[in-house]
């Protein structure tokens, strides 16, 4: 299940890209440029726009989400979209920017590493776009609380 999150949706796109969700988003993006790579992509597009439907967007492949809170609306495409969040995917992403992470060996990054990290956490994950580096601390923490015990096997 991939997902195109319209413009004013990036807080969501983090949400769904943390839990290991293929979700594209761009600050400044056309309508019609969004709907078009959406259905090359197969990509299910997420917005609050019921007008994007009069524009091109066929009914089936948007969905339509309410309010302004991430958390709400989370839980809202994981409830529609009937998704089971799988742990084991969860921040396999990069949430700046989509890319799948690598497994990195911290030796070759102990530099940019803080040393209280360096010496608590065994795993390292590295985005091959930003280079930013991941680890399961407080990130980690606060996503799990973010889905909830209930989507956690
Ligand atoms: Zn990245």
Redesign the pocket.
Known sequence: MKFFCDDNLGKLAKLLRAAGYDTLFYRTIRDGELISRALKDKRFIITRDRGLIGRGAPEDAVLLIEGDNPDEQFEYVILQMNLHPEYERWLTR?I??N?VLCVVNRKDYVEQIPPYVYKTHDEFYR?P????LYWKGTHHKRLTERLGERFRK
């Open positions: 990069c700046e920017c890319n985005c776009g930003c280079e930013r």
